[in-house]
């Protein structure tokens, strides 16, 4: 039986298949190769990105989702070198738009993750949305290798193609230059008086061009810290969201300046993970809120991790 659409439908179902914003996308690796030195890496979209897309689409009065769980128990498998027995959640998502009827969508997880139920609740939920086209151009990404850390993240992320890009926004190499202003936190302090020649020297620096080479450089901390961390130094700094809409070349020193010492932070916690017993590490991390190292919401909740990391540290060297 051929379904028929309206006019609006259609234009509904072209706003849901249209690619997301590269700020909502994030990038896991799927395989390595034997030396872990490459690994391949694919995107994916944060799951309120997709209930945001569906608001906008819809009202969130137009459109529905209920889940149902189902386990698993009794399944052995390995676990940081470990025969542990376990379980697995099953979660079935059915997301029923008005006029467009329902679809489903089924995710899973191991038991022993403390997240498992939130992941296979995601999992399931954009699954059934892809049915109606959102998210589904993520199925048609070609496999992409990129050099991988000591930890086994990405040193830098690909470029997005075209194809994978909202109207509107361009490839890095063809971004045009912004007027936005300087980042706030490169203002000057309040009650300070600038010579006439200082903000003359002020105003050449914010009129410098761009460096391209800073723009892949910058968005290579995206990968090292998480998406919480980078994202957080573009909102501390001004009205750019992204390296590509960085004004200048002060702002861009700016946000690399900021971006190396949070680095150098989750170098800290990384480094202090293997002096200290796993329970040990996990429950400073729980303490904080922190499910793992590249998921660190905020630079106060970093700077605490180290505080409370080089204490425990310390009492195991006494």
């Not at 830098?156 to 361009?170: D, F, H, M, Q, R």
């Not at 998480?226 to 390296?243: C, I, K, P, Q, S």
Request: charge should be neutral; glycine fraction near 6%; aromatic fraction near 8%.
């Amino acid at each position: 039986m051929q379904i028929t659409l309206s006019p609006q439908q259609q234009e509904q179902l072209q706003k849901l298949t249209a690619p997301f914003h590269p700020d909502d996308i994030s990038w896991r690796v799927t395989n390595t190769t034997q030396d872990k030195k490459r690994g391949c890496v694919i995107p994916y979209g944060d799951q309120r990105a997709y209930t945001d897309r569906l608001n906008e689409t819809f009202t969130p009065a137009g459109w529905t989702r209920t889940y149902a769980v189902t386990t698993v128990s009794n399944v052995t498998r390995m676990k940081r070198d470990k025969v542990i027995q376990t379980g697995k959640v099953m979660v079935t998502c059915v997301v029923t738009i008005e006029g467009l009827g329902s679809h489903t969508g089924v995710g899973e997880n191991w038991a022993d993750d403390e997240n498992a139920m939130t992941r296979a609740e995601a999992q399931a939920f954009k699954r059934a949305c892809s049915c109606y086209g959102l998210g589904r151009y993520f199925y048609d990404f070609a496999e992409m290798w990129v050099e991988l850390d000591q930890y086994g993240k990405p040193k830098s992320l690909p470029t997005l193609p075209n194809w994978a890009l909202p109207e509107g926004v361009v490839p890095i190499n063809q971004q045009a230059r912004s007027a936005q202003t300087a980042p706030q936190s490169a203002a000057r302090p309040a009650g300070e008086v600038i010579s006439p020649d200082r903000k003359q020297e002020n105003r050449k620096e914010q009129e410098r061009p761009l460096d391209p080479a800073l723009t892949p450089k910058i968005e290579s901390f995206r990968a090292l810290l998480g998406d919480a961390l980078y994202f957080e130094v573009y909102r501390a700094g001004g009205t750019a969201r992204n390296a590509r809409e960085l004004p200048h070349l002060r702002a861009q020193q700016w946000a690399l300046k900021q971006l190396e010492t949070l680095a150098r932070g989750v170098d800290r916690v990384r480094e202090l993970a293997p002096e200290l017993q796993e329970q040990v590490f996990y429950r400073v991390l729980d303490n904080h809120n922190v499910q793992s190292v590249d998921k660190i919401p905020s630079f106060e909740v970093l700077k605490g991790l180290v505080r409370d990391l080089q204490s425990a540290a310390r009492g195991v060297a006494a």
